[in-house]
């Protein structure tokens, strides 16, 4: 679950990543993955450990999420609870500790040369989200149930359900080696959330 060699950390990131951008599509405009964010002209960052690179890059953002017409940038961390580093400290902390990590990386400059704004989405293997993730999507459950006009309760549970399956799909893979497989295109234009839920059993 820690090992950074061959292509399981990174599908993993991606298969969140990927879902969270096919969600934001259907509320906001201008959804990108990967967007390359502005480079730096002589613009101070406060913090050392900030990513100043010309190429620095997030993994998605949206227009109009948090305001309307500001850019929304996000960017995805999932990190394994289990691992050695995290032996001795609470789990909410090691959410924090990954959350301030990603804000010291990117918020300033996102702040102060894209004018934009940040979160971090910060996972555990096992599905668990830091205190951000949790208030990033629970907005984006609210956008998406009006827009769709169905229960939001039908709304947050395909969310968390999706989000599992992701999480636990990406774990299988890291534990069992990698299989091919073709990339799939999440489609959720049509998608009636509350049938959903309620043939699946999710609020049963």
Same mark, same amino acid.
């Given at each position: 679950? @820690?090992?950074?060699? *061959?292509?399981?950390?990174? !599908?993993?990131?991606?298969?969140?990543?990927?879902?969270?951008?096919? +969600?934001?599509?259907?509320?906001?405009?201008?959804? =990108?993955?990967?967007? =390359?964010?502005?480079?730096? !002209? $002589?613009?101070?960052?406060?913090?050392?450990?900030? &990513? @100043? @690179? !010309?190429?620095?890059?997030?993994?998605?953002?949206?227009? $109009?999420?948090?305001?309307? *017409? %500001?850019?929304?940038? +996000?960017?995805?961390?999932?990190?394994?609870?289990?691992?050695?580093?995290?032996?001795?400290?609470?789990?909410?902390?090691?959410? %924090?500790? &990954?959350?301030?990590?990603?804000?010291?990386?990117? *918020?300033?400059?996102?702040? &102060?040369?894209?004018?934009? =704004?940040? @979160?971090?989405?910060?996972? =555990?293997?096992? *599905?668990?989200?830091?205190?951000?993730?949790?208030?990033?999507?629970?907005?984006?459950?609210?956008?998406?149930?009006?827009?769709?006009?169905?229960?939001? /309760?039908?709304?947050?549970?395909?969310?968390?359900?999706?989000?599992?399956?992701?999480?636990?799909?990406?774990?299988?893979?890291?534990?069992?080696?990698?299989?091919?497989?073709?990339?799939?295109?999440?489609?959720?234009?049509?998608? &009636?959330? %509350?049938?959903?839920?309620?043939? /699946?059993?999710?609020?049963?």
């Amino acid at each position: 679950m @820690t090992c950074k060699k *061959g292509d399981s950390c990174a !599908n993993r990131h991606d298969e969140v990543r990927d879902l969270t951008a096919s +969600m934001l599509r259907e509320v906001c405009r201008d959804v =990108t993955t990967e967007p =390359t964010l502005l480079p730096l !002209n $002589g613009e101070h960052v406060q913090y050392r450990t900030a &990513n @100043t @690179t !010309n190429e620095a890059r997030v993994d998605v953002s949206a227009r $109009g999420f948090w305001t309307r *017409g %500001q850019r929304a940038f +996000m960017d995805i961390r999932i990190f394994d609870p289990m691992a050695a580093c995290y032996q001795r400290i609470p789990l909410e902390a090691a959410h %924090q500790k &990954n959350e301030r990590e990603k804000i010291r990386s990117y *918020g300033d400059r996102i702040r &102060n040369v894209d004018h934009g =704004t940040f @979160t971090p989405l910060v996972f =555990t293997t096992s *599905g668990g989200m830091g205190p951000k993730a949790k208030c990033f999507y629970s907005r984006l459950a609210d956008v998406m149930a009006e827009k769709k006009h169905q229960p939001r /309760s039908h709304v947050v549970a395909w969310m968390r359900c999706r989000l599992s399956f992701s999480l636990l799909w990406s774990a299988l893979l890291c534990l069992r080696g990698t299989r091919y497989s073709a990339p799939t295109t999440i489609d959720l234009d049509g998608l &009636n959330y %509350q049938a959903t839920v309620v043939e /699946s059993g999710i609020l049963a």
